[in-house]
């Protein structure tokens, strides 16, 4: 199956510092979704990003699919930026979106 | 804003036991996905309904495992008998057809003692 690598696998800032999460993968994908674990286990979604580059305020993302890679960006970073940012990586097969995740990076924000 | 609904949210459990939880998706959305994330991991599929049928099930350990979304909404996974390794956070997510934007629950963490 597809395999998920992201890095750094932890991460410590300092409150305002800026950061640069990785993802790759193995094989091409046209599904790609990037995840944040709140420290309360719940999973929210914040980007559906399949190619190209979206950005939500302090938030941005860029899929390269041709050369399997997607960077998540975190401006001004904040203590509530803390968890666990998944990304999650498919491939459409008839009628199946199954989500392949990564292991996560764990980014701690200190104020 | 529309969520996915799970409960409970916390289970504790003796080995042996049968457990179940329920998930009801966001209205409109017609693909269902259970997924099982150990601590330290990632989530990982067990099981993915379109509407009422069984799209992939090929991780759920069928023979302690059961899953179903008998009328095409809402969704129940079972588990009998518990052993101590299903102790996990389980977590349901809906999406609309075309396997989009995924919307996860708050999950059940199961402990089974």
């Known amino acids: 199956g597809i395999q998920v690598e992201q890095s750094p696998p932890d991460l410590i800032l300092q409150e305002g510092a800026n950061s640069t999460l990785r993802c790759n993968f193995s094989?091409?994908?046209?599904?790609l979704q990037w995840f944040h674990q709140n420290p309360w286990g719940q999973l929210i979604n914040l980007f559906y990003?399949?190619?190209g580059t979206k950005q939500n305020g302090r938030l941005s993302a860029t899929t390269v699919a041709t050369e399997r890679y997607s960077l998540l960006y975190i401006s001004s970073s904040q203590t509530t930026d803390s968890g666990v940012y998944f990304c999650?990586?498919?491939?459409?097969?008839?009628?199946?979106?199954?989500?392949?995740f990564g292991k996560g990076t764990l980014l701690t924000v200190n104020p | 804003e529309a969520e996915v609904a799970q409960s409970p949210r916390y289970k504790i459990t003796e080995k042996s036991q049968a457990v179940a939880f329920w998930c009801d998706p966001i209205?409109?959305?017609?693909?269902l996905y259970w997924y099982r994330q150990i601590l330290g991991q990632g989530p990982e599929l067990l099981v993915q309904?379109?509407?009422?049928?069984?799209?992939?099930d090929s991780q759920l350990p069928k023979d302690r495992f059961s899953a179903e979304r008998l009328k095409g909404v809402d969704s129940t996974l079972k588990i009998q008998p518990a052993e101590l390794g299903d102790s996990a956070m389980y977590l349901c997510?809906?999406?609309?057809?075309?396997?989009?934007?995924?919307?996860f629950g708050s999950g059940t963490r199961l402990t089974v003692v």
């Open positions: 997510a809906s999406s609309r057809t075309g396997g989009g934007g995924y919307t």
């Open positions: 094989d091409s994908v046209n599904n």
């Open positions: 990003i399949p190619s």
């Open positions: 999650a990586v498919g491939s459409s097969g008839g009628s199946n979106y199954k989500l392949t």
């Open positions: 209205s409109g959305h017609a693909t």
């Open positions: 309904f379109q509407d009422e049928s069984v799209v992939d």
